[in-house]
């Protein structure tokens, strides 16, 4: 199989070339065409993901190709942007059909579930490393971004958070989990939900939004440097799954502060803001206030010592 069968047989869809709303050409050409919606603005991101840096050798090739997509499309959900379409740039060690089957498997039926169309990339051969970029779109001003957040702002979070965080350790040996356990939190961290419908929902009432990659204490800090503002969050108010919540308190805390990969959307609102209903749990964890930094405290309000960091590939 070539390289130019191969991304026919996997990737190109010939029903929905040029088909799709908004796509005048797809795969196939030198370029995508699209279609900009009057009035809207482009918003645009790129993640690789990088065989034992992000995932490992051994995962379900579907699980790996929805992921691929999830976490690009949480970064659109997190400024509220509606997809449009992405690139997929791929280096595969071989051109194994059974694998290449199950990813394209897994990455389209995400596309289609969230009506992304893949229109177009670049396959060579290499060791494993997939990068995707996501095209969406915002009304023009409508974008939600990292500098809004005011004082006396809430600090909402969608879903649970920490699940991803303790399949690893179970990868890892530290923890042991089997069963439903094992499946709940392992499906957290190979099968993330892009809050899509959610951050299209907040344009308009969150004032900041971000979403959750590297750890909450890294991410939301990233709100409080953009919007110059400090907070305090009530970690015991941070939703956990009952898989976690049997955990030790330390490893909890570990989970739900310094976790990666829970692709949660974080964001302010101010008090008394009429948050949307799209199915999705939403929790008050915190509050925006003028002193810089972020302050940890539990349910009690007295301060939490936890000397986590988020994740940081370059940090010591
Ligand atoms: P060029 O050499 O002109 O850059 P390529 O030969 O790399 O084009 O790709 C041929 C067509 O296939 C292009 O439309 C490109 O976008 C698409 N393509 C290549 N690899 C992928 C892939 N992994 N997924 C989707 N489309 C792809
Ligand atoms: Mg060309």
Redesign the pocket.
């Known amino acids: 199989m070539g390289?130019?069968d191969?991304?026919r047989r996997?990737?190109?869809r010939p029903a929905a070339d040029g088909a799709e709303a908004g796509v005048d050409v797809?795969?196939?050409?030198?370029?995508?065409v699209l279609v900009p919606t009057p009035g809207a603005r482009w918003l645009v991101s790129s993640d690789m993901l990088v065989e034992g840096r992000h995932f490992l050798s051994t995962v379900d090739p579907a699980r790996l190709g929805h992921k691929a997509l999830a976490v690009n499309l949480s970064d659109l959900a997190a400024c509220g942007a509606t997809p449009r379409g992405f690139?997929?740039?791929?280096a595969l060690p071989r051109a194994d059909e059974a694998w290449l089957a199950g990813f394209s498997r897994g990455l389209l039926a995400l596309a289609d579930a969230s009506g992304c169309p893949?229109?177009?990339?670049?396959?060579t051969q290499g060791p494993l490393n997939l990068c995707v970029t996501v095209f969406g779109e915002a009304p023009a001003g409508q974008a939600l971004l990292r500098r809004g957040a005011r004082v006396g702002d809430e600090i909402w979070v969608s879903g649970k958070l920490g699940d991803a965080r303790l399949a690893l350790e179970v990868f890892r040996g530290t923890v042991a989990l089997d069963g439903l356990g094992l499946e709940t939190v392992r499906a957290a961290m190979e099968c993330p939900a892009p809050r899509l419908a959610l951050g299209q929902a907040l344009r308009g009432i969150a004032t900041a939004a971000i979403d959750l990659s590297d750890g909450l204490l890294g991410d939301l800090g990233h709100i409080l440097a953009a919007s110059g503002v400090g907070a305090r969050l009530d970690v015991d108010a941070l939703p956990r799954s009952a898989v976690l919540a049997a955990q030790s308190p330390a490893l909890q805390r570990e989970c739900l502060l310094a976790g990666g990969d829970d692709y949660e959307l974080v964001f302010t609102a101010p008090p008394g803001a009429v948050l949307p209903d799209v199915g999705v749990r939403l929790t008050r964890i915190g509050v925006i206030e003028a002193q810089p930094g972020l302050r940890v405290v539990d349910g009690r309000g007295a301060a939490v010592e936890h000397g986590l960091r988020s994740f940081d590939h370059f940090s010591a």
């Open positions: 390289e130019f191969l991304i996997f990737f190109q797809g795969i196939g050409d030198d370029c995508a690139t997929l740039a791929l893949l229109i177009g990339g670049d396959t």
